[in-house]
């Protein structure tokens, strides 16, 4: 069983940055592609990016491109998004996930097999 744990959310001001950190235990971290998610109130769940368990593979969604960067380390089974310039449509909760063994990275999060309990983000104007 495969269990992830966030953490690094906080309240934070527009335009300041922010690191989430997703510790994944159980299984083999390296054969695992991994994502991150949001939810805001209201809305639904949210695809923000994903990484493959294939050295430089990531993908974003548009809004949070060339701002956010999904890594890895897995010496340390740990992901991280590295959010900068943060803005208030960005508050959510956070959540971290993982797809089985050797399956690609995907921004369906129906396709993701397990998850974390989330870390919230907030971001005030």
Known sequence: QVHLVESGGGL???GDSLTLSCVVSGGTFNEHALGWFRQAPGKEREFVATISWLPGVAFYRD???GRFTISRDNAKNTMYLQM?????????AYYCAARGPLSPPTTWGSEYEYWGQGTQVTVSS
């Open 63 to 65: 809004s949070v491109k």
């Open 84 to 92: 900068n310039s943060l803005e208030p449509e960005d508050t959510a």
């Open 12 to 14: 934070v001001q527009a």
